[in-house]
């Protein structure tokens, strides 16, 4: 941690290397591209985004955020990345749509707003934290209360180890090498303890699949390699 703040230089230093490609759907980052689709409509789905007031935790170029805000969200975007989010604020002149960037971290977010979004999202950030049951604490601290949490993240399994590292980074290159770390690996159970010890409930807890070769993601019932879990806060929360 680097003065009391929830992240990891190596990791910041890491993603801000590859800032520049977050809106290339053929470069680094294309197995976003090819999941974002999916994670918007089951985000929508469980949530009703337009007229919510949304915050994207790990926003990073903005993939998400821009998406959530053509369904008629009023989205915020945070991320501590300076790089990523020049990327994401400039990307906006290309779409025309509305997001608030912001460099903060959610924990300082959620001492200045706490209880101020209908929707948080932190999709594919839990594992590259210090302290993910922190940031866990930090989402539900920002949500107002009866609202909607949707985490997706990285099981820690010998499947996972296999495919999501060692297949998709050092063998077809799906993903920048040195993404992941086992360690850093988190279950759903460990996920679900978090979320339980600051009041919220799990309603929702799908798998992901990824075909690389016809480039389609779709949602699943196992959650060996990739999950994806909807919370709601109570509502005394």
């Given at each position: 941690?680097?003065?009391?703040?929830?992240?990891?230089?190596?990791?910041?230093?890491?993603?801000?290397?590859?800032?520049?490609?977050?809106?290339?759907?053929?470069?680094?980052?294309?197995?976003?591209?090819?999941?974002?689709?999916?994670?918007?409509?089951?985000?929508?789905?469980?949530?009703?985004?337009?007229?919510?007031?949304?915050?994207?935790?790990?926003?990073?170029?903005?993939?998400?955020?821009?998406?959530?805000?053509?369904?008629?969200?009023?989205?915020?975007?945070?991320?501590?990345?300076?790089?990523?989010?020049?990327?994401?604020?400039?990307?906006?002149?290309?779409?025309?749509?509305?997001?608030?960037?912001?460099?903060?971290?959610?924990?300082?977010?959620?001492?200045?707003?706490?209880?101020?979004?209908?929707?948080?999202?932190?999709?594919?950030?839990?594992?590259?934290?210090?302290?993910?049951?922190?940031?866990v604490?930090?989402?539900?601290?920002?949500?107002?209360?009866?609202?909607?949490?949707?985490?997706?993240?990285?099981?820690?399994?010998?499947?996972?180890?296999?495919?999501?590292?060692?297949?998709?980074?050092?063998?077809?290159?799906?993903?920048?090498?040195?993404?992941?770390?086992?360690?850093?690996?988190?279950?759903?159970?460990?996920?679900?303890?978090?979320?339980?010890?600051?009041?919220?409930?799990?309603?929702?807890?799908?798998?992901?699949?990824?075909d690389?070769?016809?480039?389609?993601?779709?949602?699943?019932?196992?959650?060996?390699?990739?999950?994806?879990?909807?919370?709601?806060?109570?509502p005394?929360?």
């Amino acid at each position: 941690m680097t003065d009391g703040q929830n992240l990891s230089p190596a990791e910041l230093a890491h993603f801000g290397r590859l800032a520049s490609g977050w809106w290339d759907a053929n470069g680094e980052f294309r197995t976003l591209h090819d999941l974002n689709p999916v994670r918007l409509s089951w985000i929508d789905g469980a949530a009703g985004l337009a007229g919510r007031r949304v915050l994207d935790v790990g926003c990073g170029g903005g993939l998400l955020s821009e998406a959530m805000a053509r369904q008629g969200a009023t989205v915020t975007g945070i991320d501590l990345s300076p790089e990523a989010l020049a990327i994401a604020r400039l990307h906006l002149v290309e779409s025309g749509l509305e997001v608030s960037y912001q460099q903060i971290s959610a924990e300082d977010l959620a001492a200045q707003a706490p209880h101020s979004f209908d929707v948080v999202t932190c999709m594919e950030l839990l594992e590259h934290v210090p302290d993910p049951a922190r940031l866990v604490r930090s989402c539900a601290n920002l949500t107002k209360p009866g609202g909607h949490i949707f985490f997706s993240s990285i099981n820690r399994t010998p499947r996972a180890f296999a495919t999501a590292i060692v297949g998709a980074e050092y063998v077809a290159g799906l993903v920048p090498r040195g993404t992941h770390r086992y360690s850093q690996l988190i279950r759903p159970s460990e996920l679900d303890a978090w979320a339980r010890a600051t009041g919220l409930v799990l309603t929702d807890l799908r798998g992901g699949e990824y075909d690389p070769v016809n480039r389609v993601f779709k949602l699943s019932k196992g959650t060996a390699v990739n999950y994806f879990a909807h919370f709601q806060a109570g509502p005394n929360q």
